[in-house]
């Protein structure tokens, strides 16, 4: 069975740091893009940053120079590290993973969530 689980989260203050962690199992993780999603209430849930699977990054505007997105293809982790963290990025936030297979068809994978809150 495929699982992502989110670990990392809780309420921060203004300019603090969290790590989130995400450990997958079922998959063969050197083969997946992962990244990170986040949703807050009323919003779109949209891309926070992305690892491919050969190592490439990419990050939202919103958060460049703040978050850094590793993995460790060892161990199964993709990891989010998040300074300088603003009320903005209150959030739940979402480890995905997914592989392309050909032109059309993709493997696609989340986890459950988990709350990030940053207070006033």
């Known amino acids: 069975q495929v699982q992502l689980v989110e670990s990392g989260g809780g309420l921060v203050q203004p300019g603090g740091s969290l790590r989130l962690s995400c450990a997958a199992s079922?998959?063969?993780?050197?083969?997946?893009?992962m990244g990170w999603y986040r949703q807050a209430p009323g919003k779109q849930r949209e891309l926070v940053a992305r690892?491919?699977?050969?190592?490439?990054?990419d990050y939202a505007d919103s958060v460049k120079g703040r978050f850094t997105i590793s993995r460790d293809n060892v161990k199964s982790a993709v990891y989010l590290q998040m300074n300088s963290l603003k009320p903005d990025d209150t959030a739940v936030y979402y480890c995905?993973?997914?592989?392309?297979?050909?032109?059309?068809?993709?493997?696609?994978?989340w986890g459950q969530g988990i709350q990030v809150t940053v207070s006033s």
């Open positions: 690892i491919g699977s050969g190592g490439s990054i």
């Open positions: 995905n993973g997914v592989r392309f297979r050909g032109l059309i068809s993709r493997d696609d994978y």
């Open positions: 079922g998959i063969i993780f050197s083969a997946y893009d």
